[in-house]
Every structure is written in C-alpha cells, then in structure tokens.
C-alpha cells in the first residue's frame, strides 16, 4: 500500500497543480496588451473579433487556429521582421510579438 501511495501522490499533485496553471488568456496583462496592439496594429486589415469580410485579410479567430504555439511565434516574428504579401514589415519587438501571440493563444478555437 506504501508503495502505492508513494508512486500515485507525486502523480496526483502534479495533476493538481497542472489544472492550477495558466496561459493568461483573455484576463492575462499579456492577452490583453496583444488585443490592443492587434487593433492598434493590424485591424486595418485583419477583423480583431468576428469573421473576415470577403477580399479581407483572414480574421485574428482563423489565424489563431491555424498557428499555435510555436509556429505561432516564428511566423509573428518572421511578419514583423519582413512583412508578408501587403503587409510591410511591422517592427514591433519582441515583446509586442510576445503579446499578440499571447492574445492568439487565448482565443477560442472555431
């Protein structure tokens, strides 16, 4: 029984504290600062809530389920360092990159 429960109670408190942690969504300081960028920035072109008008750019709720994680990441980086299609280079930074990612990363997949 010793054994039992010395092998599922470090097993369980790491479940528990998996449910604990967070990736800041929507609420997160980080979230929300990429949301105000993303208006700021792109919402010319790119509809920031709601589907893309015909001819528009793809919509912030489709690219986020496109790109997750990592790539995510790179492409934002790679968007902002040399532009893509229309879009000139952005040069925004690291961390601005950070937080639209951050904000994607929050949203709903369809």
């Known amino acids: 029984m010793r054994l039992i429960t010395a ?6 408190l790491a479940l528990a504290l998996a449910g604990c942690a967070t990736t800041g969504g929507e ?13 700021a920035q792109c919402g010319t072109c ?5 589907e893309a ?9 489709s ?6 994680a990592h790539s995510l ?7 902002d360092e ?7 280079p ?5 961390a601005d990159v950070e937080d639209i990612a951050a904000w994607l990363d929050s949203l709903p997949l369809p």
């Open 46 to 50: 790119h509809a920031v809530t709601g």
């Open 63 to 68: 690219l986020a389920a496109r790109y997750r």
């Open 7 to 12: 092998a599922v109670l470090p097993c369980a």
């Open 90 to 94: 952005l040069k925004m930074g690291d």
């Open 53 to 61: 008008q015909p001819g528009q750019a793809p919509s912030f709720s």
């Open 27 to 39: 609420d997160g300081p980080s979230a929300a600062r990429g949301r105000l960028l993303a208006e």
């Open 82 to 88: 040399t532009g893509h299609f229309n879009m000139p």
């Open 73 to 79: 990441r790179a492409r934002l980086t790679e968007i």
